[in-house]
C-alpha cells in the first residue's frame, strides 16, 4: 500500500471516528445486503464527507434523522454532490433498524383516508383486484376525496361531472379513459355499500374510444431475435429469462415479477399464474425459456430466502418489481439498437400474440394463452393479418350489387 493511500485510510477513519461505534455493524449491516467489499468502503467513505458536515453543524447521534433532513439541500446538485446523501440514508436506515433511532413515522391510509383504505379492502376481497391496478386508482381518487369531500351524499352528477372533466384536462385519451375507470370504479363501490343512490356511476363520462380502432403495437421476428440476442451473456441470465418469457408467453410485467418457485411445474413443462381477478391458470413452459430459467437460477442468482424468482443484481438484493421488469426491457431495446416508441414490457405481450397468429394459431388458442375474458380483446389481433380477419367479419346487413 502506498504512503499516500495510507494516509487516505487513516483520515478517514479519523474523521468517521465519531460514529465509529456503529460503522462496524453498519459494514456488517451492509455486506448482509449483498453490499460488495468494494462498495462498503466506497460508502464509509462518503459517509465520512457527510459525517463532516454533520458534526460541523452540531448535530449528534441522537438527532442524526434531523441532520440527514437538514442536509438534502446542502448536498444537492451534481451526482457526485448527491452521493454522501445517499450513503446517508442507509446509514440512518440501519440506524432505525437497529433502534438507535426511532423508527420513521408514515401515517398509514387508514389514518388518512380511511375510506380509500376500506375501498381498497373491499375491490381485493370482492373483486380479486391487483394492488397495482388499485395503486393506479389511488392518487386520482385522493383527489376526488380532494374535490368532492369525503361524505358520499355531496356526490352529485354534476359534481362528478365536472371533477372528472377538470382532472382529464390536461392529459391524452388514455389517461382519460384512466381517470373514468378509476371514478367509476369508487362509485360504484359505494353503490354496493349503500353509500350512494344505483345508478350514480352512469354520471361519470366517457371519453371516445371506438372498438379495434387501433393497430397492435408489436415488434417483428426480427427484432424479437435481436432483442434475445442482446441478453445472451454470463451476466445477463436474469434478464434473457425475463426477455423469454415476456416474448414467449405474453406475460404481462407483473406475473413476470410476482413469478415464484411453487408457480413452476418442471416435472410437466408448465407454469402456474394467477390472473387479474385470482383466476389460476397453467400455461407451457417452452424449452428455451425453462432452459434460461435454470441458467439463471444455477449459475446468476443471489442465495437470498425468498421463493420469488427473479432478483435485482444490485445490493439492496430484494425481488423485482414490476417497474424494474419494464427497465430490463427498455435497456435491452437499447443494446440492440431497436427503434420503437413503445419502450414498455407490454410490447412484448403484443408481439408474441402476433407471433402465434403469423404462426398458424387461432383467435381463441391465442386468446387462451393472453388469458383474456372477451374474445373481443383477441380480436384486436386479427388486424395484424388480413386472412384472420374473417373469423371475425359480419355479414353485410346492406343490398347486394345489381
Known amino acids: 500500500?502506498?504512503?499516500?493511500?495510507?494516509?487516505?485510510?487513516?483520515?478517514?477513519?479519523?474523521?468517521?471516528?465519531?460514529?465509529?461505534?456503529?460503522?462496524?455493524?453498519?459494514k456488517e449491516w451492509l455486506s448482509q445486503q449483498n453490499y460488495s467489499p468494494?462498495?462498503?468502503?466506497?460508502?464509509?467513505?462518503?459517509?465520512?464527507?457527510?459525517?463532516?458536515?454533520?458534526?460541523?453543524?452540531?448535530?449528534?447521534?441522537?438527532?442524526?434523522?434531523?441532520?440527514?433532513?437538514?442536509s438534502a439541500s446542502v448536498f444537492q446538485g451534481s451526482k457526485n454532490a448527491r452521493a454522501p446523501q445517499g450513503a446517508a440514508a442507509l446509514f440512518v436506515s440501519y440506524l432505525r433498524e437497529k433502534n438507535i433511532l426511532p423508527a420513521e413515522l408514515h401515517p398509514s391510509l387508514e389514518e388518512t383516508w380511511p375510506a380509500l383504505a376500506a375501498f381498497r379492502c373491499w375491490m381485493k376481497e370482492q373483486r380479486g383486484i391487483k394492488d397495482s391496478t388499485l395503486d393506479t386508482y389511488q392518487p386520482i381518487l385522493i383527489d376526488l376525496l380532494l374535490s368532492l369531500g369525503t361524505d358520499p351524499e355531496v356526490y352529485t352528477a354534476i359534481a362528478i361531472r365536472g371533477f372528472v372533466l377538470d382532472r382529464?384536462?390536461?392529459?391524452?385519451?388514455?389517461?382519460?379513459?384512466?381517470?373514468?375507470?378509476?371514478t367509476r370504479a369508487y362509485l360504484k363501490y359505494l353503490v354496493a355499500i349503500g353509500q350512494c343512490p344505483a345508478g350514480r356511476e352512469y354520471a361519470v363520462p366517457s371519453f371516445a374510444s371506438w372498438q379495434l380502432a387501433t393497430t397492435p403495437r408489436f415488434l417483428g421476428q426480427s427484432n424479437i431475435d435481436r432483442l434475445i440476442a442482446a441478453c445472451d451473456s454470463e451476466d445477463r441470465l436474469r434478464d434473457r429469462a425475463v426477455v423469454l418469457l415476456l416474448a414467449r408467453l405474453g406475460l404481462r410485467a407483473s406475473e413476470v415479477a410476482n413469478l415464484t418457485f411453487g408457480d413452476i411445474d418442471w416435472k410437466n413443462g408448465r407454469i402456474t399464474l394467477v390472473g387479474k381477478v385470482r383466476?389460476?391458470?397453467?400455461?407451457?413452459?417452452?424449452?428455451?425459456?425453462?432452459?434460461a430459467i435454470l441458467a439463471y437460477i444455477e449459475r446468476a442468482r443471489?442465495?437470498?430466502?425468498?421463493?420469488?424468482?427473479?432478483?435485482?443484481?444490485?445490493?439492496?438484493?430484494?425481488p423485482l418489481s414490476r417497474i424494474a421488469v419494464k427497465c430490463i426491457?427498455?435497456?435491452?431495446?437499447?443494446?440492440?439498437?431497436?427503434?420503437?416508441?413503445?419502450r414498455g414490457a407490454h410490447v412484448l405481450r403484443h408481439s408474441a400474440a402476433t407471433a402465434m397468429l403469423r404462426s398458424g394459431a387461432s383467435l381463441a388458442g391465442v386468446g387462451a394463452v393472453l388469458r383474456h375474458r372477451s374474445p373481443s380483446t383477441t380480436a384486436l389481433y386479427a388486424k395484424v393479418d388480413i386472412s384472420l380477419l374473417s373469423e371475425i367479419a359480419q355479414p353485410w346487413g346492406g343490398r347486394l350489387p345489381c
Open 302 to 318: 443471489p442465495r437470498i430466502a425468498t421463493m420469488r424468482v427473479f432478483l435485482t443484481d444490485l445490493a439492496p438484493i430484494r
Open 38 to 70: 468494494a462498495t462498503i468502503v466506497e460508502v464509509v467513505r462518503l459517509l465520512a464527507l457527510w459525517g463532516d458536515w454533520v458534526r460541523a453543524t452540531g448535530f449528534e447521534i441522537g438527532t442524526l434523522a434531523v441532520g440527514f433532513a437538514a
Open 1 to 26: 500500500m502506498t504512503k499516500r493511500k495510507y494516509r487516505h485510510r487513516r483520515s478517514v477513519h479519523a474523521r468517521i471516528n465519531w460514529l465509529q461505534l456503529h460503522v462496524d455493524g453498519f
Open 168 to 182: 382529464a384536462k390536461p392529459h391524452g385519451r388514455a389517461r382519460a379513459q384512466g381517470i373514468t375507470v378509476a
Open 329 to 342: 426491457v427498455r435497456r435491452a431495446l437499447d443494446r440492440a439498437g431497436i427503434e420503437s416508441i413503445h
Open 279 to 291: 383466476r389460476e391458470e397453467w400455461l407451457p413452459l417452452p424449452q428455451d425459456v425453462g432452459d
